[in-house]
T-cell receptor, first 113, second 112 residues
Framework: SQKIEQNSEALNIQEGKTATLTCNYT??????LQWYRQDPGRGPVFLLL?????KEKRKERLKVTFDTTLKQSLFHITASQPADSATYLC????????????FGRGTSLIVHP | DSGVTQTPKHLITATGQRVTLRCSPR?????VYWYQQSLDQGLQFLIQ???????AKGNILERFSAQQFPDLHSELNLSSLELGDSALYFC???????????FGPGTRLTVT
């Protein structure tokens, strides 16, 4: 079955630095990957979707890459701020191209002032 | 604010009981999805409804059921509750079949 693997260890960085989170997937390359932000006790918020044929996508301070050779997506937040502290979830399409995403467990990002 | 509402916000109940969680999707969204999130399992898809009909099923227990009403709100019924059912339950909605889902604030269920 398809799996999404994210680093379970929290990422601690200093304000102003670039945060980079990793998402690895197994089996076949998905048609897309999504990134969500989740604050404690709240619902995930959709951030970006990147398709298999889009090597890179940007939205304001966010950048996502999709490397089908490494079976990996990287999520970057440039000029990070304490307000960026949250858990970031990666998700892939479900089996058979289903619209139901398979989520990773998420990586916690802590930005220190 | 995603536009998706869920009630109640918190629910504390005893083992063996039955509860109903309610979700109202964003205006215009026809699809509703239910997810369970616990510390050891992450975000797990339970079930999807589209315009009143069940469209997809995930890791939903037989003790759990859901429905979507003509006004498109949805209810998730959890019965014969066990301690292990304690979790956050999220509802999400989307326009038809869409990759982008909008999540509600969740219902925190505690089974004692």
């Amino acid at each position: 079955s398809q799996k999404i693997e994210q680093n379970s260890e929290a990422l601690n960085i200093q304000e102003g630095k670039t945060a980079t989170l990793t998402c690895n997937y197994t089996n076949y390359s998905p048609a897309y990957l999504q990134w969500y932000r989740q604050d404690p006790g709240r619902g995930p918020v959709f951030l970006l979707l990147i398709r298999e044929n889009e090597k890179e996508k940007r939205k304001e301070r966010l950048k996502v890459t999709f490397d089908t050779t490494l079976k990996q997506s990287l999520f970057h937040i440039t000029a990070s701020q304490p307000a960026d502290s949250a858990t970031y979830l990666c998700a892939r399409e479900g089996s058979g191209g289903s619209y139901i995403p398979t989520f990773g467990r998420g990586t916690s990002l802590i930005v220190h002032p | 604010d995603s536009g998706v509402t869920q009630t109640p916000k918190h629910l504390i109940t005893a083992t063996g009981q039955r509860v109903t969680l309610r979700c109202s999707p964003r205006s215009g969204d026809l699809s509703v999805y239910w997810y369970q999130q616990s510390l050891d399992q992450g975000l797990q898809f339970l079930i999807q409804y589209y315009n009143g009909e069940e469209r997809a099923k995930g890791n939903i227990l037989e003790r759990f059921s859901a429905q979507q009403f003509p006004d498109l709100h949805s209810e998730l019924n959890l019965s014969s509750l066990e301690l292990g059912d304690s979790a956050l339950y999220f509802c999400a909605s989307s326009v038809a079949q869409s990759y982008e889902q909008y999540f509600g604030p969740g219902t925190r269920l505690t089974v004692t």
